[in-house]
């Protein structure tokens, strides 16, 4: 079994997704890295990003191909200010899903893993 189906397949990862969203939305320092007036199209991708990686439909990669991470959040500064919101916010949905332990460990070590991967500015010691 996947992780994907343990966790309750696609309306699972809806859940974790919009959840996170919420908390975006209001957050003065990650709200700006989305132009969209609407979270929608940003949600939906991240969620279906989200389901194939844990084994689910692979329709992220059918409809723009590679994930490419590094590369599609480069046009953003992200720094461990930025991290850190990023995680806050998704720790926060995670716990909303009430998983099993082990299913929320293996979950989370790959959002925090995914979230420092992202990081593309060193912070300045001078500035803070």
């Known amino acids: 079994m996947t992780l994907f189906e343990a966790i309750g397949g696609e309306p699972a990862f809806r859940k974790l997704v919009d959840e996170f969203y919420a908390g975006v939305a209001d957050d003065p320092l990650l709200r700006p890295m989305y132009p969209e007036e609407d979270l929608g199209p940003a949600a939906d991708r991240l969620t279906l990003f989200l389901i194939q990686y844990w084994g689910g439909p692979r329709t992220y990669s059918d409809q723009r191909g590679h ?22 916010h998704m720790r926060r949905a995670v716990d909303t899903l009430d998983l099993p332990p082990q299913l929320a460990v293996a979950l989370w070590d790959y959002l925090e893993r995914a979230a420092y991967f992202m990081v593309n500015v060193a912070d300045d010691p001078a500035a803070g």
């Open 67 to 88: 994930p490419r991470l590094r590369m599609r959040h480069a046009p953003f500064r992200i720094g461990a200010a930025e991290r850190d919101a990023w995680l806050r």
